[in-house]
């Protein structure tokens, strides 16, 4: 509460005032009423005073109380939130990693398939070239064969037509008897 305005423990004070010394018309400890006089003794607005600063000092304790209650709840409040952004970090992190290392994976996956397929394309390139090696071959030899086969025909119709020359030649020979 204000202590410095109307309000709070002046506002109490206020009222004994007003009651000791009347409204201005006369009633209370100096006006004529003697009536009035054996309601409120010296004792008796020193304990109402007496009450109204321990009422205050009461009430001033129970607001501290309250603002260090507040105080901690705040200040656990910043505790919790700032734990759970070092954990909303932490699982950013670990996220990015997970994500880093399952990219790393799916890159060394199409390394090692560009490679097989590189392999299978090479392999592919060879067996064309062995193919054709092999076919390029067996076309020489069967060159070779068919040239072996020429020369051994024309050997053999050259060896038939000297026979044929050579019989022609012996046929009018007679051999001697001896």
Known sequence: MNETGIGGGWMF?????????????????GGNNAAMAGFATAADV?????????????????????????????ETAQLINAQSMNMLNQNNTN??????????????????????????????YKMDQCCCSIKTML??????????ALVASQTNNAIAAQSQYLLSQLGTYTPAVV
């Open 13 to 29: 004070v206020l009222v004994i005032l007003i009651v000791l010394f009347g409204f201005g018309g006369g009633m209370g400890f």
């Open 95 to 124: 996220l990015l990693a997970a994500i880093n290392g399952f990219n790393a994976v799916n890159q060394n996956i199409t390394n090692g398939f560009n490679s097989v397929n590189q392999n299978i394309a090479d392999m592919g």
């Open 46 to 74: 020193q304990n109402s005073i007496n009450s109204a600063i321990n009422a205050q000092s009461v009430s001033n304790g129970l607001g501290q109380i309250a603002l260090s209650s507040q105080n901690n709840n705040y």
């Open 139 to 148: 076309l020489e030899n069967r060159l070779a064969d068919t040239q072996a």
